[in-house]
Protein backbone atom coordinates (compact mmCIF):
# COMPACT_ATOMS: atom_id res chain seq x y z
CA UNK A 1 0.00 0.00 0.00
CA UNK A 2 1.26 3.29 -1.10
CA UNK A 3 0.67 7.04 1.07
CA UNK A 4 -0.79 9.83 -1.56
CA UNK A 5 -1.26 13.19 -0.24
CA UNK A 6 -2.49 15.46 -3.29
CA UNK A 7 -2.76 19.11 -2.72
CA UNK A 8 -5.24 20.92 -4.58
CA UNK A 9 -3.98 24.43 -5.40
CA UNK A 10 -6.07 24.98 -8.95
CA UNK A 11 -8.00 28.19 -8.74
CA UNK A 12 -11.06 28.84 -10.29
CA UNK A 13 -9.73 29.01 -13.88
CA UNK A 14 -8.62 25.00 -13.71
CA UNK A 15 -11.77 23.58 -12.74
CA UNK A 16 -10.96 20.11 -14.43
CA UNK A 17 -7.05 20.09 -11.75
CA UNK A 18 -9.49 20.67 -8.73
CA UNK A 19 -11.53 17.67 -9.81
CA UNK A 20 -9.10 15.51 -11.05
CA UNK A 21 -7.16 16.65 -7.57
CA UNK A 22 -10.03 14.97 -6.04
CA UNK A 23 -10.60 11.79 -8.38
CA UNK A 24 -7.51 10.97 -7.67
CA UNK A 25 -7.51 10.73 -4.32
CA UNK A 26 -11.25 8.67 -4.39
CA UNK A 27 -9.61 5.89 -7.08
CA UNK A 28 -6.59 5.50 -5.06
CA UNK A 29 -8.25 5.08 -1.88
CA UNK A 30 -10.99 2.99 -3.50
CA UNK A 31 -7.37 0.72 -5.01
CA UNK A 32 -6.63 0.29 -1.35
CA UNK A 33 -3.90 2.96 -0.83
CA UNK A 34 -3.73 5.54 1.51
CA UNK A 35 -4.89 9.11 0.04
CA UNK A 36 -5.49 12.74 1.73
CA UNK A 37 -6.33 16.10 0.79
CA UNK A 38 -5.09 19.57 1.24
CA UNK A 39 -6.76 22.34 -0.11
CA UNK A 40 -3.91 25.12 -0.87
CA UNK A 41 -3.16 28.72 -2.52
CA UNK A 42 -6.03 29.65 -4.48
CA UNK A 43 -7.36 25.52 -4.19
CA UNK A 44 -9.12 27.10 -1.08
CA UNK A 45 -11.82 28.93 -2.91
CA UNK A 46 -13.24 25.29 -4.28
CA UNK A 47 -14.62 24.44 -0.61
CA UNK A 48 -17.59 27.05 -1.05
CA UNK A 49 -18.34 25.97 -4.68
CA UNK A 50 -17.98 22.09 -3.97
CA UNK A 51 -20.48 22.22 -0.62
CA UNK A 52 -22.62 23.84 -2.95
CA UNK A 53 -25.15 20.27 -3.88
CA UNK A 54 -25.99 22.44 -6.93
CA UNK A 55 -22.47 22.45 -8.28
CA UNK A 56 -21.32 20.08 -11.05
CA UNK A 57 -18.76 18.35 -8.87
CA UNK A 58 -20.58 18.47 -5.66
CA UNK A 59 -21.12 14.85 -5.38
CA UNK A 60 -17.32 13.62 -6.09
CA UNK A 61 -15.86 15.79 -3.32
CA UNK A 62 -18.64 14.66 -1.09
CA UNK A 63 -17.67 11.05 -1.64
CA UNK A 64 -14.15 11.77 -0.97
CA UNK A 65 -15.38 14.34 1.91
CA UNK A 66 -17.52 11.09 3.20
CA UNK A 67 -14.78 8.56 2.41
CA UNK A 68 -12.66 11.01 5.26
CA UNK A 69 -9.85 12.21 2.79
CA UNK A 70 -9.82 15.58 2.87
CA UNK A 71 -7.30 16.50 5.83
CA UNK A 72 -8.03 20.19 5.62
CA UNK A 73 -7.01 23.87 4.42
CA UNK A 74 -4.19 26.34 4.28
CA UNK A 75 -4.99 28.31 7.37
CA UNK A 76 -2.94 31.59 5.46
CA UNK A 77 -4.61 31.50 2.06
CA UNK A 78 -7.69 30.43 3.49
CA UNK A 79 -7.66 33.77 4.80
CA UNK A 80 -5.66 35.37 2.26
CA UNK A 81 -8.30 34.10 -0.33
CA UNK A 82 -11.55 35.30 2.04
CA UNK A 83 -12.18 31.53 2.71
CA UNK A 84 -11.54 30.91 5.97
CA UNK A 85 -15.49 30.56 7.20
CA UNK A 86 -15.95 28.73 4.21
CA UNK A 87 -13.09 26.12 5.43
CA UNK A 88 -15.02 26.06 8.89
CA UNK A 89 -18.30 25.66 7.79
CA UNK A 90 -17.37 22.69 5.84
CA UNK A 91 -16.19 20.98 8.95
CA UNK A 92 -12.51 21.25 7.95
CA UNK A 93 -9.54 21.72 10.03
CA UNK A 94 -7.24 24.53 9.17
CA UNK A 95 -4.02 23.72 8.91
CA UNK A 96 -0.51 25.41 9.82
CA UNK A 97 1.94 23.70 11.20
CA UNK A 98 4.27 25.54 8.47
CA UNK A 99 4.15 29.20 9.35
CA UNK A 100 0.40 29.21 9.14
CA UNK A 101 0.30 26.92 6.07
CA UNK A 102 0.20 22.53 5.87
CA UNK A 103 3.55 20.88 6.27
CA UNK A 104 4.89 19.28 2.94
CA UNK A 105 7.76 18.25 5.11
CA UNK A 106 5.70 16.21 7.30
CA UNK A 107 4.01 14.74 5.15
CA UNK A 108 6.88 13.66 3.22
CA UNK A 109 8.01 12.17 6.71
CA UNK A 110 5.11 10.28 6.94
CA UNK A 111 5.41 8.62 3.75
CA UNK A 112 3.22 10.29 1.34
CA UNK A 113 4.31 10.94 -1.65
CA UNK A 114 2.87 14.63 -2.79
CA UNK A 115 1.26 15.34 -5.75
CA UNK A 116 0.25 18.61 -6.59
CA UNK A 117 -2.71 20.32 -8.70
Given at each position: MAKFAIVIQA???APARALHGLLYAKELHQGGHEAKVVFDGAGTTWIAKMED???DYAEVYRQ????GL???ACRYCSVAF???KAVENAGM???DEADGHPSL???VDEGYQVIVE
Open positions: GESPGYVKEAISGGQETLLLSL
